[in-house]
């Protein structure tokens, strides 16, 4: 959080400038004199002092040269004063105070400080929340850069001097900041080869040699952005807070795709697996039960004389009752097993880790709550049918093709049954 020492020895000041600096969630520290001042430095993380120019133990210029003498020389310093006097000014601003408000304009010409401070400390919240990786080859550089976000609290930061050490560390950073100059492989293709693998990654290529060329190269293999050497602190955040609108923006659509992904998957009446990705997952789950020698075993159920259903209580309350056996489903499985709708009223659940004998007693579960469901229509009750099987040497298509003539079998031998 921003904070503010307030040093003066007025109380009616103190209040008007505390109100203003905690409604903008800044920290607001006060110190009546100079030795207070101190000690309160001393105790805490300042980022802005405002001061008057009256103290008990001494005068405002004074507190100003002590301060630019001591470890605190690099905070800046904004004077309020009611002596509005030129000569003043211009010895404060020679001290080399950012600025000197007359108490009787404090609000407005406060509130620009204000709004910058509160975009700052949105801009390193979203930078302490980003994951950071810098490569450069040169640990002078490194050491630069690392000032630079340390002096800012930013830490979540991982360096490296070799771009293999990079590439080869398996980590995915929101935020990559990439000299061009590289030994042994080009920056091009470091930039190039992050960006394959971070489609929403921010990257940004750190060039000592600003021509035209090097800028479009580094643009055109892919990064965001560049930002030249020696490295200037203020347009350094300033080019990474531009930025940061992209990498917002990125994340977003990072977000939505994952979503459309998610929603290419599933059914839309019933949000489980639509039949493709049911079926693809089953690929998937004989490969690694094969390969790790580990059970699987599937249940495929169908509804018992759905079309009487239909045409009974009309295709709404057909729909419903998909819909609540589904949920029905989600009720009683892990969340480990798999859950899909396989055809209009056919449903295929992969059971990973499962046995046999496991996978009928889920099964047999299933058909007697199914049975159980009640329907906005009163006197619908519907059961299902269904087959429980597990892997073998089997291949997708014959362990569908095996579960779906014992599901057969139990529809021919009277339905509301389950066969394995
Ligand atoms: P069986 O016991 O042999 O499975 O008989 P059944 O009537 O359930 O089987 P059939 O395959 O003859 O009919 C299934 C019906 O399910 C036909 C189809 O119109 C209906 N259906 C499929 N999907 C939906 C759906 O999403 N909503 C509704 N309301 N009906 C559906
Ligand atoms: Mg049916």
Redesign the pocket.
């Given at each position: 959080m921003f904070s503010v020492l307030h040093v003066d020895s007025n109380s009616f000041y103190t209040e008007i400038v505390k109100d203003l600096i905690a409604k903008n969630s800044i920290q607001y520290l006060t110190a009546r004199n100079i030795k207070e001042a101190f000690q309160t430095l001393e105790n805490n993380k300042v980022d802005l002092i405002i001061t008057g120019l009256e103290f008990t133990d001494g005068t405002g210029d004074a507190f100003i040269l002590s301060l630019y003498k001591s470890d605190y020389k690099k905070i800046p310093i904004i004077v309020l004063s009611s002596r509005d006097d030129l000569s003043i000014k211009t010895t404060l601003f020679e001290l080399g105070v950012i600025d000197f408000i007359p108490k009787s304009l404090f609000i407005e010409r406060f509130i620009p400080y204000l709004n910058n401070i509160t975009l700052l400390d949105s801009f390193h919240k979203t930078l302490q929340n980003i994951s950071i990786a810098v490569l450069d080859d040169n640990e002078l550089q490194i050491r630069v850069i690392k000032d630079i976000f340390e002096s800012y609290q930013i830490k979540n930061v991982d360096y490296y001097l070799h771009p293999h050490e990079l590439l080869s560390s398996n980590k995915q950073y929101g935020l990559y900041l990439i000299d061009f100059i590289l030994p042994n492989i080009s920056g091009e293709r470091v930039i190039w080869e992050i960006r394959s693998e971070n489609k929403y990654a921010l990257i940004i290529g750190i060039s000592s040699i600003d021509n035209e060329k090097i800028i479009s190269q580094i643009l055109m293999s892919g990064a965001d952005d560049y930002i030249s050497k020696p490295i200037n602190k203020d347009i350094f955040f300033a080019r990474l807070n531009a930025n940061l609108r992209t990498y917002r923006l990125l994340q977003k659509l990072k977000q939505k795709n994952l979503e459309l992904e998610e929603m290419a998957k599933l059914d839309s009446?019933t949000r489980l697996y639509n039949h493709r990705y049911i079926y693809e997952r089953l690929e998937e789950e004989i490969q690694r039960a094969k390969r790790y020698k580990h059970d699987l075993s599937i249940i495929m159920f169908?509804?018992?004389?759905?079309?009487?259903v239909?045409d009974i209580y009309g295709?709404p309350t057909?729909?419903e009752v998909?819909v609540k056996v589904s949920s029905t489903l989600k009720n009683i499985c892990r969340s480990t097993d798999i859950l899909g709708r396989y055809g209009?009223?056919e449903f295929l659940i992969l059971l990973p880790e499962t046995g046999l004998a496991d996978g009928i007693k889920l099964a047999e579960r299933l058909r007697t709550q199914i049975a159980d469901l009640t329907y906005s229509q009163e006197s619908l009750k519907v059961t299902i049918s269904g087959g429980v099987a597990t892997l073998g040497n089997q291949g997708a298509l014959e362990l569908v093709k095996k579960v779906d003539n014992l599901l057969y079998e139990a529809?021919n031998s009277g339905?509301n049954k389950i066969v394995y």
């Open positions: 009446l169908d509804i018992d004389n759905f079309k009487q239909n295709h057909g729909d998909i209009g009223e529809k339905r």
